[in-house]
């Protein structure tokens, strides 16, 4: 890690160390939660914010592929970041069915913000079958590139404009409530703030990791397809270069020459 | 004697250590791969 990135990658240590720590220590229980419950939000909200992030910048990435010059890396980006995006979607149900658990009695209620963002679970989870389902690797790219940036419009629709559409919800206020105020305890807010700029920030990071991992592997497959196509070519040479050896046995042709 | 919020938080920084570690373990194998090609 070069000199410029070690000291932020401490930094985001030490933020989400203290999200940790403000989350149980800092931020008082919101009112109206059932015991300790509220404390679990702080996780839970970072996690469906970074998972969007990365669903966006997936179908960003995608639309540099598409409309761009064509680089290979853009679509790798935009693959690690639905990859990455999808895992925290996965977080964000998870907390959030096991605070449901707590507060509805039920970990699936079939309110409008789990029912949506499981859709969009489901949405971007066809992203990878449809990548693992072209061999081509130029069409796999068109393909799934024009399917993340359809993403850009779905993404927000699912995310905020769908949930926000029905009218009932057992779900709290969003952070943004419905008139546009934050109303929430500072403390939580600061709290909330740090853990979802801090979550962002690691899911950048891991996403930088995959992206690289990913070229990496592609140029070891192009290395080994040539060398492939290196050896299939030299054994073709060899068979050719082979002494063509005419059988030297020659025909009995006395008796018929007579 | 500890309290649950104690005990779950110092869980929870111990583990975001680990992935930190990791992580940066991850970023210097990485570099190293594309130094080598």
């Known amino acids: 890690m070069n000199t410029l990135r070690l000291p932020l990658a401490w930094l985001l240590w ?45 179908g960003i990435w995608s639309a540099r592929y598409l409309f761009g010059s064509r680089q290979p890396r853009h679509d790798h980006a935009a693959q690690a ?34 029912v949506w963002i499981t859709v969009a679970l489901l949405f971007y989870g066809a992203y990878l079958a449809l990548r693992s389902a072209v061999p081509d ?64 920030a690691l899911s950048f990071w891991i996403h930088n990791l995959r992206t690289r991992v990913l070229v990496l592997w592609e140029k070891r497959e192009e290395r080994a397809y040539d060398e492939l196509l290196a050896s299939g070519s030299q054994q073709s040479t060899g068979l050719n270069s082979e002494p063509t050896t005419a059988p030297t046995t020659t025909a009995p042709t006395a008796g018929l020459e007579t | 004697m500890l309290g649950d919020n104690t005990w779950v938080a110092a869980v929870s920084i111990i583990l975001w250590s680990g992935i930190f570690f990791y992580l940066l373990y991850l970023h210097r194998k990485i570099r190293n791969l594309e130094e080598e090609r």
């Open chain 1, 14 to 58: 030490l933020a989400l160390c203290a999200t940790i720590w403000g989350a149980f220590f800092y931020a008082p229980p919101a009112e109206g939660f059932i015991g300790e419950s509220s404390r679990i939000l702080f996780f839970h909200v970072p996690a469906a914010w970074a998972s969007f992030v990365m669903f966006f910048a997936a």
């Open chain 1, 81 to 114: 970041a639905i990859e990455l995006g999808l895992l925290l979607c996965i977080l964000a149900i998870v907390t959030g069915a096991l605070w449901a658990r707590i507060m509805w009695g039920a970990y699936w209620n079939w309110d409008p913000r789990q």
């Open chain 1, 137 to 200: 690797p130029e069409t796999r790219r068109r393909l799934s590139s024009s399917y993340a940036v359809l993403g850009l419009i779905v993404a927000p629709f699912l995310f905020f404009v769908l949930p926000r559409m029905t009218g009932f919800s057992l779900h709290p206020e969003p952070v943004l409530n419905q008139q546009g105020k934050i109303e929430m305890n500072p403390r939580m807010l600061q709290v909330l703030l740090l853990g979802s700029v801090g979550l962002t």
